[in-house]
């Protein structure tokens, strides 16, 4: 991986967001600026990691990087704007916290929000880019561990497993216990179970 793209020796942030697809949960963003006299080993794309490798790498990244910062869009706005618009509106959000202006934003993917910061959306830039990939950590343990979290509140629909996404157990579970006040409503599978006045 490499910075050296356009924006080479600027103030570079990097964002990166989990949770597009799930049925269930909010979607969160990060926003990482690295601190290139602190370099991180093995940033890669937060998907090809083990949990156990994430987890130790985003430690790394919290107690070296200049400045990091979540955004986030919940379960209200994701079903009130669409998935693609609340993503984005969580992008913002993270970079709109970095305690450090960048120069210049990265963001992973084909699209960036429409904001005020001079930016490029790369494809694939969690295995190209250390700060895109250091946000795909950051966001992946922060909303994993939400899930977590949420697994306790809400027991029985497996969502410290498979982390709200549409598996088999997922789905079994929507079906025999209905959703609950963490699913998107906006979301098919979930939709098809709501009662018809809701």
């Not at 959703?179 to 006045?197: G, K, M, N, T, Y």
Request: net charge negative; charged share 25%.
């Amino acid at each position: 991986m490499t910075d050296s793209f356009p924006y080479d020796g600027l103030l570079l942030a990097g964002v990166d967001e989990v949770g597009r697809g799930p049925l269930a949960g909010d979607v969160v963003a990060a926003a990482v600026i690295l601190d290139q006299q602190r370099p991180v080993d093995g940033l890669a794309d937060s998907k090809k990691l083990s949990a156990h490798r994430r987890e130790k790498i985003f430690s790394e990244i919290i107690s070296s990087v200049s400045c990091y910062s979540l955004g986030r869009a919940n379960i209200a706005e994701i079903d009130e704007l669409n998935i693609l618009q609340a993503t984005l509106l969580a992008m913002s959000r993270a970079v709109d916290g970095l305690s450090i202006r960048p120069e210049f934003v990265v963001v992973d993917g084909n699209r960036c929000p429409d904001w005020s910061w001079a930016s490029q959306a790369i494809v694939k830039g969690d295995t190209k880019v250390p700060a895109i990939s250091a946000a795909s950590i950051v966001a992946k343990v922060t909303r994993d561990k939400e899930m977590r979290a949420l697994d306790q509140v809400y027991p029985g629909y497996g969502f410290a497993a498979h982390k709200g996404y549409g598996t088999r157990q997922h789905l079994m579970a929507l079906k025999h216990l209905g959703p609950c006040p963490v699913h998107r409503r906006s979301f098919r599978p979930v939709a098809e179970l709501l009662p018809d006045d809701e």
